[in-house]
């Protein structure tokens, strides 16, 4: 489309400031313990790891590592809170205290935004405008609900579940117990939580923030650790429920230890989103639509859009304005409010992204952003592949990374049939000027969640959730709070 | 080869294949480039290149040879406090002032004069007397035109109307420059306003031009970045690069820093000059003076300390 002389010049004189958002207001600890029973208290074991800055490769602060004897501890705690406070509690007062976290979020939401790119590699544009106000959002929503759930299940009662583990991923960590803490709460049940490895430190300043707000000990338990630490708390013969939000691999994992065991459960899995232009969508707008898709956390998020459908007959056009808006994204420090794109969240994240690179060459052609990335830390340029098909590898599983597979189609059905073919069925996208063809693309596309002429928009509000490989139950709104109940 | 392409007449493209445009998408995209960080030398970069793509603006029915030279004077001595200043890229003026602000300016040549004409702000004249117009603001000694396109014909859907009426004044320019005046503010919607750029585009225009300053809203930066768009699109179609002038409603210096951030994500370095891109203004020079003056010494001076004319 474009002739080969009018390529732009993004590299102008006149270049942005840097804006690093000030660290001096943020408290971050050299060693934090497990929060147990409202305090703070050793591991058993003694044993601890460290949280590292992507961005720096230096670490932030040691970490407790919870073993099972622990988990055991955390789990008595809830069980006891439950048992003695929180179900007796009238639902008026739980809701008040669920207003109080989130009016404490906001108040102290500088402090949790600048931690939350520290420690996971988020630009702070992100995690000021996005991951910290949506996390409040979710926990003003559920105190809503703390005494209307006879107006929730009409007609039925609902009653708490009891304790429930709960298990998180890093790409959106405070986002992500907000999710999962305030319907628990709401509904009447205790929580036994446990943040990724790599992003602990914003669950544990919220655990901070529990106790300040004299939230009444053993109601949130908050278990830093790895995987030993998850199956402990999955295998816990005294929790409810569990709720994990992570990758597929572990989700089945889940499963697999959960049947029969007649614990509820909801898993949030992975994702391998379509997201389909067609020839009528307004282009320019589509295009910010993909960047947003698959850029927007640096990749890390499971309802990206990492796979492009694009009508044939403007795909030149597509592509080439995609390749041209992704000279203008802006790579580097997390905490500089011009960032676009952050750090990959860990090393060994990257190492996985960047086998995906290498497969993905050997299948197509890839084309990456000529931005420069800092030395040290984790980077990655944001990447495509043109070339590739239903059956490549990186057309078929989910990067986790700011790489999008890009294919072609040429009628409505063929584009149906490319988005669902995929075990997966998280989320989707489509980019129409046609009102009625966005109803029958959302009716024909199995996935939880399918935005029109938008990406990744979020409301507490609304429900999210798999099809498929990607996950059972729903959170976020009213289906939200029918996880955390039994009804009667 | 390139003769014959030159003799080619330009052909009405084929408006219904203009992209659409999505307002929600448009505004969102909008948002991202105001959070952009412009501060110390930066910002003072900024202030300094605003300053030199103002094009200074009189239109007014009571304009005299003593206002018009007055404005002359500013645009020759913006602010002699402040060393190092660039000036401004043109003085705008109706067209029977165009003789005052040539002589006015005598020995700045490198502040052009630019008209508007072709019945404006309306365009509600024949086409005769539109060229009639043209001819006598290039004749006086305007360096650029500044011509509305006719919006009722646009909106009836007369598009043919309207591209050849832009193709005869661009001939009556003869070497003056020609910007055309969409008024965004009476096309209703964006997709209209991608259109008419593209149709002005291909009638020849130099520049393209949100509005008269006339008609409320004036340009706005979702209508900036729509016009921005369809201009990369019609340079990577067919090399030719075209101007933008946003104009009207841009008076303060945070507001210009915004459009020249979102000039800079869409086109890139071959736009940031005063070739290739002005903004209409009146009092836009004296608040960039004022945030200038701040740079320097950490203080806001009284608006006395800036002259008005």
Known sequence: ?488 | MNTAVRHLPPQLPALDRVPRVDQVGVEERVARFCTRSIKKDSKVQALKLALSMIDLTTLEGQDTVGKVTQLCQKAMHLHSALPDLPHVAAVCVYPTMVGVARRALRGHDDIKVASVATAFPSGMAPLSIKLEETRLAVEEGADEVDMVISRGAFLQGEYQRVFDEIIAVKEACGQAHLKVILETGELGTLDRVRRASVLAMHAGADFIKTSTGKIQPAATLPVTLVMLQAIRDYYHATGRKVGMKPAGGISKAKLAIQYLVMLRETLGAGWLTPEWFRFGASTLANDLLMQLVKQQTGVYQSGDYFSKD
């Not at chain 1, 000027?433 to 009716?443: E, H, V």
């Open chain 1, 1 to 488: 489309m474009a002739r080969p002389d009018t390529r732009l010049d993004f590299n102008t004189d006149w270049q942005y400031a840097p804006a690093p958002e000030a660290t001096d207001h943020v408290r971050i600890d050299p060693q934090y313990e497990l929060f147990i029973g409202g305090e703070f208290v050793a591991p058993r074991a003694r044993q601890y790891f460290d949280t590292v800055n992507p961005a720096r490769e230096k670490t932030l602060a040691r970490v407790a590592r919870a073993d099972a004897a622990d988990v055991d501890r955390a789990v008595a705690a809830a069980r006891h809170a439950y048992a003695r406070t929180w179900s007796k509690l009238k639902p008026a007062e739980r809701g008040k205290y669920l207003y109080r976290i989130a009016r404490t979020l906001q108040e102290r939401a500088r402090e949790f935004a600048a931690i939350e790119s520290l420690d996971g590699g988020k630009p702070i544009r992100e995690s000021r405008d996005v991951d910290i106000p949506l996390a409040a959002a979710h926990f003003f929503y559920y105190a809503g609900w703390a005494d209307k759930l006879g107006y929730a299940f009409p007609g039925r009662r609902a009653a708490a579940l009891g304790v429930a583990g709960q298990i998180i991923p890093w790409n959106f960590p405070l986002l992500m117990a907000a999710w999962k803490i305030a319907p628990a709460l709401a509904c009447g049940n205790t929580v036994v939580l446990k943040p990724a490895e790599t992003t602990p430190l914003t669950a544990l300043k919220l655990a901070e923030l529990m106790r300040d707000i004299d939230l009444p000990a053993g109601v949130v338990n908050i278990v830093t650790g790895a995987g030993e630490t998850g199956a402990a708390i999955v295998e816990h013969p005294d929790i409810d429920k569990i709720a994990f939000t992570g990758s597929t691999e572990v989700g089945r994992l889940i499963q697999r230890k959960l049947a029969g065991t007649g614990k509820h459960y909801t898993l949030e899995l992975g994702g391998k989103a379509a997201n389909v232009i067609f020839a009528d969508a307004a282009i320019d707008q589509a295009v910010e639509g993909i960047v947003n898709g698959i850029f927007f956390n640096q990749g890390h998020v499971c309802c990206a859009g990492s796979r492009l459908l694009v009508q044939e007959s403007v795909a030149d056009e597509v592509i080439g304005k995609l390749k041209e808006r992704m000279e203008t994204l802006i790579v580097g420090d997390p905490l500089d409010k011009n960032t676009d794109i952050g750090a990959i969240n860990s090393a060994a994240q990257l190492e996985k992204i960047e086998e995906y690179l290498r497969i993905g060459q050997s299948e197509g052609d890839m084309h990456q952003s000529s931005v420069r990335v800092p030395e040290t830390g984790y980077w990655c340029r944001p990447t495509l592949f043109t070339g590739v098909s239903q059956s490549s590898r990186v057309v078929k599983e989910e990067i986790f990374g700011p790489v999008l597979a890009i294919q072609t189609f040429r009628t409505f059905q063929e584009a149906l049939d490319k988005a669902n073919n995929t075990p997966y069925g998280l989320s989707g996208g489509i980019w129409t000027d046609k009102g009625a063809k966005i109803f029958k693309m959302t009716r024909g596309v199995r996935a939880g969640v399918v935005w029109a002429n938008t990406f990744n928009k979020f409301d507490p509000t609304a429900p999210f959730g798999g099809y498929k490989e990607s996950g059972m139950g729903r959170e976020g709104g009213l289906h939200g709070l029918s996880a955390y109940v039994e009804l009667h």
